[in-house]
């Protein structure tokens, strides 16, 4: 079992900036490659980044290229999601999740992380 935790979500004008974390717990936090989602009100859960279990490697959906980064710090256990030149379309709720590195599903399918966090709402004003 994972357990995740989500923090750092909140209130930013549009140009602004946020970093979210996902701290785990649990099982060895090396082991998992780690994705980021969103939710935005009335709209499907959608792939935002994703990272490899040695941060050798990171996937991003097109609309935060360039402008959000996925990190992660296996010694604290926790996952990063920098987000930068926020604009209003980013306003979700994001999601961390975990699945182990061995899957060889597609990282950017909702259905292939077996651990999930509780969500940290992200709201960009104009």
């Known amino acids: 079992q994972v357990q995740l935790v989500e923090s750092g979500g909140g209130l930013v004008q549009a140009g602004g900036s946020l970093r979210l974390s996902c701290a785990a717990s649990?099982?060895?936090?090396?082991?998992?490659?780690m994705g980021w989602f969103r939710q935005a009100p009335g709209k499907e859960r959608e792939f935002v980044a994703a990272i490899i279990w040695n941060g050798g490697s990171t996937y991003y959906t097109n609309a935060v290229k360039g402008r959000f980064t996925i990190t992660r710090d296996n010694a604290k256990m926790t996952a990063y999601l920098h987000l930068n030149s926020l604009k209003p379309e980013d306003t979700a709720v994001y999601y961390c999740a975990a699945r182990p590195s061995f899957y060889t599903g597609s990282l950017y399918s909702t259905g292939q992380y077996d651990y999930w966090g509780q969500g940290t709402q992200v709201t960009v004003s104009s």
């Open positions: 649990g099982r060895t936090f090396s082991s998992y490659s």
